[in-house]
């Protein structure tokens, strides 16, 4: 039970990043990131590729956060000047087209087939029983990192921009901001974070193949970005660990209750029947975004508190 409860951990930390990196892009840039796996992806086999070459970690995950953000930077050049919904088509293609080429270039990915045997960090001096207890604060310790690092910069002049630019992308242009720049960086930092996030899922599997990348994977990271809450970094988190609670969970139920269609079919069923109700009743989320204060405002709340 208690490798269980790890696992679910693990899960709803390497997703925590995912939908984090999702949030900055499309929360606060309102970049239509459908293709947010493809990032993950080329992070998990970056990772798996120079681990099995005998690389350690820290160059693996390095690796990762380069080749991610590499993929996020030669998306951007041709589809970042085209309107949201053109965007959206071109990453959903995207994502696509890598899960073939992991699964064509066998020479390389070992195809369909995957690649196992992925070395643990430190597994000559853990305990395999014990491997968990070591892996997950290490997840915990990432996602905190993006964390603090995603608030930083929504709250920076740069994070002010990117705002601005979702709210009226043509004021901002007439202000004199690049969009097209502002716009690439944001994806970049999204990408960095999905390739930490699959640096992370590769080590924790030590398994993977092109059938854990399918387009719907992006589905479920914007169903937690969306439940959680949009534009808020916390709510990325919540709403992670609460779609992976239920699908670790579901993992158990189907051992015990014989369901009359697939378990993997009806997660999808319940978790989209849940986006509606969201999308239908509260479409911020969970935990809203925090609007910021003008400093009119600020002045005025300063001022009453010094007359009390």
Not at 70 to 78: E, N
Request: neutral net charge.
């Amino acid at each position: 039970m208690i490798n269980f409860i790890l696992d679910a951990l693990i899960y709803a930390g390497v997703f925590g990043i995912l939908a984090i990196s999702l949030n900055i892009e499309a929360g606060f840039t309102r970049l239509m990131n459908y293709g947010k796996v493809a990032f993950f992806g080329v992070g998990a086999y970056t990772s798996a590729l120079l681990a099995l070459s005998g690389y350690n970690f820290l160059v693996t995950l390095v690796a990762a956060i380069f080749m991610s953000a590499l993929a996020g930077f030669l998306i951007s050049l041709p589809t970042l000047r085209l309107r949201e919904d053109y965007f959206a088509i071109v990453t959903v293609s995207a994502g696509e087209i890598l899960r073939l080429f992991f699964i064509s270039e066998a020479w390389l990915t070992n195809g369909t087939r995957g690649l196992p045997g992925i070395p643990r960090p430190l597994a000559d001096i853990i305990p395999t029983e014990n491997y968990l207890l070591f892996y997950t604060p290490v997840v915990f310790v990432f996602l905190f990192a993006c964390y603090l690092i995603a608030t930083q910069i929504v709250n920076s002049p740069f994070g002010r921009v990117l705002k601005s630019i979702r709210e009226d992308e043509v004021a901002s242009k007439s202000l004199g901001k690049d969009i097209f720049k502002f716009k690439t960086k944001s994806l970049i930092i999204g990408s960095s974070m999905a390739g930490i996030a699959g640096h992370l899922f590769s080590y924790h599997l030590r398994f993977i193949s092109p059938d854990m990348f399918f387009p719907v994977l992006t589905f479920t990271i914007w169903t937690m970005m969306i439940i959680g809450g949009i534009a808020n970094i916390k709510g990325s988190i919540l709403g992670a660990l609460i779609v992976q609670t239920f699908e670790r969970g579901m993992s158990i139920v189907k051992d015990y209750v014989n369901l009359p269609i697939d378990p993997l079919n009806f997660r999808i069923i319940v978790i989209g029947f849940i986006l509606i109700l969201f999308m239908m009743y509260r479409p911020e989320g969970i935990i809203p975004e925090e609007k910021t204060k003008s400093i009119s405002t600020r002045l005025e709340e300063n001022g009453t508190a010094e007359d009390k």
